[in-house]
């Protein structure tokens, strides 16, 4: 099977550039909701860039612009870029192919919330490229399993926060894309082989992301603890 894009990566962009416009469904801070695009990028940014009062948001639009990302939808994070990790399941058919960049320095669990977020902003930032046209309710239930499996791994990794798991980080995002076409899947669950392959890409890239974020980050760490760590 081709595959259906390439990886650029020149800090402080990654780059994802589809060989054919896709749907592309995410919470993403430019360009978020249901789109069709092109491209799907990573903007690395540090605290420098982003000092209180300053509205993010146009922050990241004029270096978006800069960079010539206009068209993309566009994923923000503090993690280093070249961290990223890619993985591809094929299962019965169906191909998911996961690329993301993860840190748990801002991680939270899911129903408590840090009032004062620690000041790196590490973040879970994921593209999950189906390779099959869905419809909207698929596309949907898409998002649900790789947030599903990207929670898995990180619960699984033993990263807790005042003694608790962490389930994610307080900024993470989610993009989930899927080729323009007829015949789209109306169904992308856990009892779909679509879903069985969303599921497997995510989690091993989140979980391979998690270990490099473990050894890189020992400092940043120290607000977190692990299992292993005791």
Same mark, same amino acid.
């Given at each position: 099977?081709?595959d ?7 800090p402080?962009?990654l780059?994802v550039?589809f060989t054919q416009?896709?749907?592309?469904l995410?919470?993403?801070i430019?360009?978020p909701g249901i789109?069709?695009a092109?491209?799907v990028a990573w903007l690395e !940014? ?6 209180p009062?300053?509205?993010? *948001? /146009?922050? &990241?639009?004029?270096?978006a612009? +800069?960079?010539g990302l206009?068209?993309?939808v566009t994923l923000?994070t503090?993690r280093?870029?070249?961290r990223?990790?890619?993985a591809h399941?094929?299962?019965e058919?169906a191909?998911?192919r996961?690329?993301?960049t ?8 899911v ?5 004062q977020p620690p000041?790196?902003?590490g973040?879970?930032?994921?593209? !999950?490229?189906?390779g ?5 309710g698929a596309? *949907? /239930?898409? &998002?649900s399993?790789?947030?599903? +499996?990207?929670?898995?791994?990180v619960?699984?990794?033993?990263v807790r926060?005042s003694?608790v798991a962490v389930?994610g980080?307080?900024t993470?995002c989610?993009?989930v894309?899927?080729?323009?076409g007829e015949?789209?899947?109306q169904?992308?669950?856990k009892h779909?082989a679509?879903?069985e392959a ?6 091993k ?8 974020w473990?050894?890189d980050?020992?400092?940043v760490?120290a ?5 292993a760590?005791?």
């Amino acid at each position: 099977m081709d595959d259906p894009f390439s990886i650029a990566l020149n800090p402080p962009v990654l780059i994802v550039a589809f060989t054919q416009p896709q749907r592309i469904l995410s919470w993403s801070i430019l360009r978020p909701g249901i789109e069709t695009a092109r491209r799907v990028a990573w903007l690395e !940014v540090r605290n420098a860039d982003l000092p209180p009062g300053v509205d993010a *948001i /146009e922050v &990241v639009r004029r270096r978006a612009s +800069a960079a010539g990302l206009d068209d993309a939808v566009t994923l923000v994070t503090s993690r280093d870029i070249r961290r990223h990790h890619f993985a591809h399941i094929g299962t019965e058919g169906a191909h998911a192919r996961c690329l993301t960049t993860v840190g748990l320095s801002n991680s939270e669990r899911v129903g408590t919330r840090l009032h004062q977020p620690p000041p790196l902003a590490g973040t879970i930032n994921t593209l !999950v490229h189906i390779g099959q046209p869905l419809t909207d309710g698929a596309l *949907i /239930e898409a &998002v649900s399993i790789a947030t599903e +499996a990207r929670t898995a791994a990180v619960m699984d990794s033993g990263v807790r926060r005042s003694g608790v798991a962490v389930t994610g980080t307080g900024t993470d995002c989610i993009a989930v894309a899927a080729p323009l076409g007829e015949n789209a899947a109306q169904y992308a669950g856990k009892h779909t082989a679509i879903g069985e392959a969303i599921g497997a890409a995510v989690y091993k890239a989140t979980a391979d992301g998690i270990c490099d974020w473990l050894a890189d980050c020992p400092g940043v760490r120290a607000g977190v603890s692990t299992l292993a760590a005791g």
